[in-house]
């Protein structure tokens, strides 16, 4: 992950080349799993199939690097609107005239090797997207994201388990409290100074929050299973209108990939059937779930403002943090990502990668849904395009926060942002709760 003051031209052609194998390790290890056969289905019609996102991958680098940043020709504009995820929903692209994968992978052989011819010749400084090497950066994430969204499309899948990891760390030191107190006062939420932070991360703004609890790890698996014993999917009391219409019309009785055996219950997991481990954090459910959930519990979901200030508020300096344990890049010590472990693990884990406030697996694990609608911060500037955050603001869709284990350490930081809709459930989504610490007055 780029350090921010790394500013020597040598040693960020190093750092961007390293990422730049490492995502497409990870894409090697995501597309070379399977056969062809099933680099070409497409899995569910939430999610395209392997082989478009493969090439999309070597398109998208295509387009920023070899073309807006090299000035070179296009190498192949005929397929360029195959690959324009605004062209075509993923539900069509299964019928489109997409690469076969061996011309996909040698496509995006092609790009990559160009692309590294590139980075080797550039200054990486003297226009905006050179400078700190950010449209290299944005093409890392890129990669990576869709490597995310690979492996959710690989929890899809119907057949036998194809991916394997270790397991996560257990949980160490006994006992946490079941919340921390954040205290009132001001912060700085987003960022002007992280070099390949994305145009919603910014700019910092100052914002001011009265006090709050907050959970100290994201809600279990356990905690979760007595909301459904209590017949929490039952009582609409607990659900928004739009949230009851949903569940009713899903037909929505557990978290995804949840099935009752009995007196147990089990869950799939990248082709493998387990029983569902009550200490890790609840994975898979939507946005109206979570919200139903808070309600049960007697608290509600953290604002999007409550969950960064929770993550990266120094109280004793009064800076932001990059992470809730410092500056530092992540570490295997810190957080659970980088699909190192292919599960959450289990909540109270990663000491090392506590907040100052005492929370833990902020970062990593699961994504957490929060309460907030995904706009732009005061005084947004989109870039350097409209569509990679700008079209999707509005109440349509809920902002995430925090990372899971499916991320990327270079596409996960204490101002990331992610966004969808409340009805999603096959993102690595999962969540924590917050309260008022005194209670609010006025309408």
């Known amino acids: 992950m780029l350090n921010a003051d790394r500013t020597d031209p040598a040693v960020l052609r190093e750092q961007i080349a390293t990422e730049l194998l490492a995502a497409r390790e990870r894409t090697a290890l995501l597309t070379g799993a399977v056969d062809d056969a099933e680099l070409v289905a497409q899995h569910s019609p939430l999610?395209?199939?392997?082989?478009?996102?493969?090439?999309?991958?070597?398109?998208?680098?295509?387009?920023?690097?070899?073309?807006n940043v090299g000035g070179r020709d296009p190498m192949h504009p005929e397929i360029d609107p195959?690959?324009?995820?605004?062209?075509?929903?993923?539900?069509?692209?299964?019928?489109?005239?997409?690469?076969?994968?061996?011309?996909?992978?040698?496509?995006?052989?092609?790009?990559?090797?160009?692309?590294?011819?590139?980075?080797?010749?550039?200054?990486?400084?003297?226009?905006?997207?050179?400078?700190?090497?950010?449209?290299?950066g944005m093409i890392v994430q890129h990669e990576q994201q869709h490597d995310e969204t690979m492996l959710a499309t690989h929890q899809l899948r119907s057949g036998p388990a194809v991916l394997d990891a270790p397991p996560p760390p257990a949980a160490t030191g006994g006992p946490l409290p079941v919340e921390v107190l954040v205290p009132a006062g001001p912060f700085?939420?987003?960022?002007?100074?992280?070099?390949?932070?994305?145009?919603?991360?910014?700019?910092?703004?100052?914002?001011?929050l009265p006090a709050f609890w907050l959970d100290t790890a994201p809600v279990s698996n356990g905690s979760y299973l007595r909301f459904l014993a209590d017949g929490g999917y039952d009582d609409p009391r607990w659900w928004t209108p739009a949230g009851w219409a949903h569940r009713m019309s899903a037909g929505l009785e557990a978290p995804l990939?949840?099935?009752?055996?009995?007196?147990?219950?089990?869950r799939r997991r990248f082709g493998r059937v387990e029983p569902?481990?009550?200490?890790?954090?609840?994975?898979?459910?939507?946005w109206y779930e979570a919200d139903a959930y808070a309600r049960w519990a007697g608290r509600r979901l953290p604002t999007e403002a409550e969950w960064e200030k929770a993550a990266r508020h120094d109280p004793v300096s009064g800076r932001s943090r990059r992470f809730p344990w410092g500056d530092a890049a992540p570490g295997p010590e810190h957080a659970n990502l980088g699909q190192r472990h292919l599960r959450p693990a289990p909540v109270g884990a990663y000491p090392e990668g506590e907040s100052p406030y005492g929370a833990r697996q902020l970062i990593g694990d699961v994504w957490e849904w929060t309460s907030s609608d995904f706009t732009g911060y005061p005084g947004f500037t989109a870039w350097p395009y409209r569509e990679y955050s700008e079209v999707f603001f509005g109440p349509e869709y809920k902002v995430l926060r925090g990372g899971s284990f499916a991320v990327a350490?270079?596409?996960?930081?204490?101002?990331?942002?992610?966004?969808?809709?409340?009805?999603?459930?096959?993102?690595?989504?999962?969540?924590?709760?917050?309260?008022?610490?005194?209670?609010?007055?006025?309408?």
């Open 47 to 67: 999610m395209s199939p392997l082989v478009w996102d493969l090439a999309h991958i070597g398109n998208q680098e295509e387009l920023w690097l070899l073309r």
């Open 409 to 443: 350490p270079v596409a996960c930081r204490g101002t990331f942002r992610n966004w969808d809709y409340p009805v999603r459930r096959q993102i690595f989504a999962g969540f924590r709760t917050a309260r008022d610490a005194e209670p609010r007055t006025g309408g």
């Open 257 to 266: 990939f949840w099935q009752r055996d009995g007196g147990q219950w089990l």
């Open 276 to 286: 569902v481990p009550e200490d890790e954090p609840v994975l898979h459910v939507s």
């Open 188 to 208: 700085t939420m987003g960022t002007d100074t992280e070099p390949w932070a994305l145009d919603n991360e910014r700019p910092a703004h100052r914002v001011e």
């Open 82 to 136: 195959l690959y324009d995820a605004f062209e075509h929903p993923r539900a069509e692209r299964p019928r489109l005239p997409l690469l076969p994968p061996a011309e996909a992978r040698a496509y995006a052989h092609e790009v990559r090797g160009r692309v590294l011819d590139l980075l080797a010749a550039s200054p990486l400084e003297g226009a905006p997207l050179l400078d700190a090497g950010f449209a290299f």
